[in-house]
């Protein structure tokens, strides 16, 4: 084992959280002849020993359960009126109509109205309302209405 | 807010785990009771759990009744959500998840509320206000403060792990479940959270 493989392990190590039994070992021994990752495991050590020191947050006595209060609010909640449940239903329901009947009046109005052809190929052609002047080719399709 | 006396409970050793292979099979089978309604085996539960999950919120949440709200509402939170939870997990990893999440959620927003106001009144009170029920050991207050210091640089997804394993004794593969992480990432965390924390309390030490 080199420095670096070791360095990789040495902060599982000095916590016990290495599993392989073949490993720690080989750890073990280079941390014994190596003084730069010995000094480093000590350092580590040293820290995790700090850290330790860190007081225990102070709670209540759960002589107290905390049970009762937490059943308490269960069963609040459970009690609370149908009647609520059913008007957010109602009202979510509303909500969406809404939201529907927005929708369609906005496509409605977005939408231009569709242009009919004037003349169908099979529709008959109806007469010309005025006579031609002379010399004009019929195009088939009525002049407009001035 | 409850009147009860407050103490300080023995701390965790490193090779406890939350759960033994009885309790797993009979948390399984008080879940599938309170599911049916027996609102009772969830008070087994309770009782069961909570003076860890309030211990692992106060590692988080420093101030006592917070705490105590907070493991309430995660309580209240998996009892809801019980129809969700799957049979074929653990639960107690399950519970200290979501009470691990709203811990986090409070602490966070504790945070930006000191950070601004510490930003409009400059105020050097300590963050940590003293409890009168405690005697005043002003030494090791003060190395807390140190460590505390120190913890807090480390980056969340870090100090989690910090805190799961080193202080609360949680086995890499309990972290593992409880964050919904594989253990080889936990355990790479584990590592680099370490060794940050022994550089920042090495480099406090040499300014």
Redesign the interface.
């Known amino acids: 084992m080199n420095c670096g493989e070791a360095q990789q392990e040495l902060a599982l190590w000095v916590g016990q959280d290495l599993t392989d039994p073949v490993r720690i070992e080989t750890l073990r021994r280079h941390v014994a002849i190596c003084p730069v990752c010995g000094q480093r495991a000590k350092a580590l050590k040293a820290s995790l020993v700090a850290l330790g020191s860190l007081e225990v947050p102070q709670t209540y006595d759960t002589i107290d359960s905390l049970w009762p209060e937490v059943e308490a609010r269960i069963m609040a909640r459970q009690s609370q009126p149908p009647m609520r449940s059913s008007l957010v239903i109602w009202a979510a329901l509303g909500l969406l109509s809404l939201v529907i009947l927005g929708g369609t009046a906005w496509m409605w109005r977005t939408t231009p109205p569709s242009a009919a052809p004037a003349v169908t190929p099979n529709e008959p052609v109806a007469p010309p309302l005025y006579p031609p002047s002379p010399g004009h080719q019929s195009s088939g399709i009525s002049p407009a209405i001035p | 807010m409850?009147t009860?006396?407050?103490?300080?409970?023995?701390?965790m050793t490193?090779d406890q785990t939350i759960l033994d292979g009885d309790d797993r099979a009979g948390d399984a089978r008080l879940v599938e009771e309170a599911r049916r309604g027996q609102?009772d085996s969830?008070?087994v539960l309770?009782?069961r759990y909570?003076?860890r999950l309030?211990?692992v919120i106060?590692?988080f949440v420093?101030d006592?009744d917070a705490?105590?709200d907070l493991?309430?509402e995660t309580?209240?939170r998996v009892?809801?959500r019980l129809e969700q939870f799957d049979p074929s997990r653990r639960f107690a990893p399950w519970l200290f998840q979501i009470g691990v999440n709203l811990a986090l959620d409070y602490h966070r927003k504790q945070k930006r509320r000191r950070k601004i106001w510490s930003f409009f009144f400059s105020d050097s009170r300590s963050e940590r206000p003293l409890?009168p029920a405690?005697p005043d050991p002003r030494e090791?207050q003060e190395?807390?403060a140190e460590?505390?210091q120190v913890?807090d640089r480390i980056p969340e997804q870090f100090r989690l792990v910090?805190i799961l394993?080193?202080?609360e004794g949680f086995s890499?593969s309990e972290i593992a479940a409880i964050l919904d992480r594989k253990e080889a990432t936990i355990?790479w965390r584990?590592?680099?959270a370490?060794?940050r924390?022994?550089e920042f309390?090495?480099r406090r030490l040499t300014k």
Do not use: H, I, K, M
């Open positions: 409850r009860a006396t407050r103490v300080t409970p023995t701390p490193t609102r969830f008070g309770v009782r909570e003076r309030l211990r106060g590692r420093r006592a705490a105590e493991a309430q309580f209240l009892y809801e409890d405690t090791s190395l807390e460590v505390r913890v910090l394993r080193d202080l890499t355990r584990l590592a680099e370490r060794n924390f022994q309390w090495e």
